[in-house]
């Protein structure tokens, strides 16, 4: 089992950045595949990026390809997430979440981070 804390949110400028982290205790973080979620107002659930557990394979929304990126460092038990040219479409509760390797199954998340930006 893994426990997942977020942190790095924040409200920003339209254009601005910010960098969500997650930090993993419990299990060795190695077993695990990692990803980002987003909840707007008003909206659902949508994935945002997910990395492999290995950092060899990575995947984004369309919405955010070539703005956002994932990274993770294991020795460190973190998963990033870097966000560029933010737009205020961007605005959400951002959550961690890990799965068993190339389960898809995110069964474990975090209690989320709110990102803020304004036009």
């Known amino acids: 089992q893994v426990q997942l804390v977020e942190s790095g949110g924040g409200l920003v400028q339209a254009g601005g950045s910010l960098r969500l982290s997650c930090a993993a205790s419990?299990?060795?973080?190695?077993?695990?595949?990692a990803g980002w979620f987003r909840q707007g107002p008003g909206k659902e659930r949508e994935f945002v990026a997910s990395?492999?557990?290995?950092?060899?394979?990575?995947y984004s929304a369309d919405s955010v390809k070539g703005r956002f990126t994932i990274s993770r460092d294991n020795a460190k038990n973190t998963v990033y997430l870097q966000m560029n040219s933010l737009k205020p479409e961007d605005t959400a509760v951002y959550y961690c979440a890990a799965g068993p390797r190339a389960s898809g199954d995110y069964r474990y998340w975090g209690q989320g981070t709110q990102v803020t930006v304004s036009s």
């Open positions: 419990g299990r060795s973080f190695t077993f695990y595949d």
């Open positions: 990395i492999s557990w290995g950092g060899g394979s990575v």
